[in-house]
């Protein structure tokens, strides 16, 4: 099931060695950038979860 969400959503799914250093630190930066993506597109953190239900342009 997860690997059709991820074809629908155009989402490459990536298997990476687990508490490998790199794989951690580009975790962190997609998670940096797709915080900055909420602050800035509502200031609200209770409606995050309706903007991520969106697709992102």
Not at 1 to 6: R, T
Not at 19 to 33: C, E, F, G, I, M
Not at 34 to 46: A, C, E, V
Request: overall charge positive; glycine content about 4%.
């Amino acid at each position: 099931m997860h690997h059709l969400g991820c074809e629908r959503n155009d989402i490459k799914h990536i298997n990476t060695a687990v508490r490998a250093p790199r794989a951690n630190s580009r975790v962190k930066l997609a998670n940096q950038t797709i915080l900055h993506y909420l602050r800035s597109s509502n200031k609200n953190p209770n409606e995050w979860g309706l903007i991520l239900r969106r697709p992102m342009d």
